[in-house]
C-alpha cells in the first residue's frame, strides 16, 4: 500500500520532473506535428494550454522567445508547476509545505473555478486566433 508521503514524493517526482524532460526531449518537441490536445483534435482550435508543451522545451534551453510564442502564459503555468512540485516534495520530506498552497493535494479538477479558467480561456484563445 501506498503511503501519503510515497504519493506525494511520487507526485512531486512528476511535476518537476516535467523540467528535465523537456529539456532532453526539446529536439523530439519542437518538431513533432502529434496533436496530444483533445480539444484541438475535436475542435482545430488551440487551447489554453496548447504550446505549453513546446514552451517548457524552449524555456529549459534558454529560448524565451520561443517559448512565449509557443504559449505567452508559459511563465505562469511553469511558476505553478514548480509550486506545487516544491510544496509536494516538502510534503514527501515530512517538512510543512513549502507554501500554503493548499492544505490537501491540489486538484484541479474538483475546482470549478480553474475549470472556467480553463473553458474560458481556451474559447477566448480560439476566438482570437489562437495567436494571443
Known amino acids: 500500500m501506498v503511503t501519503a508521503r510515497q504519493r506525494a514524493l511520487l507526485w512531486s517526482l512528476g511535476f518537476l520532473g516535467t523540467f528535465p524532460a523537456a529539456f532532453v526531449a526539446k529536439s523530439w518537441i519542437v518538431t513533432t506535428s502529434l496533436i496530444i490536445c483533445p480539444f484541438r ?41 514548480a509550486a506545487q512540485g516544491a510544496a509536494l516534495l516538502s510534503r514527501a520530506l515530512g517538512g510543512r509545505p513549502v507554501a500554503t498552497i493548499e492544505r490537501r493535494h491540489w486538484r484541479p479538477l474538483e475546482s470549478t473555478a480553474v475549470v472556467a479558467i480553463v473553458v474560458g480561456g481556451s474559447l477566448l484563445r480560439a476566438v482570437a486566433g489562437g495567436g494571443w
Not at 49 to 75: D, I, K, M, Q, V
Open 41 to 81: 483534435a475535436i475542435t482545430g482550435l488551440p487551447c489554453l494550454f496548447c504550446g505549453l508543451t513546446r514552451a517548457f522545451a524552449y524555456a529549459t534551453h534558454g529560448e524565451f522567445a520561443a517559448a512565449t510564442e509557443s504559449n505567452p502564459l508559459w511563465w505562469l503555468a511553469a511558476l505553478l508547476v
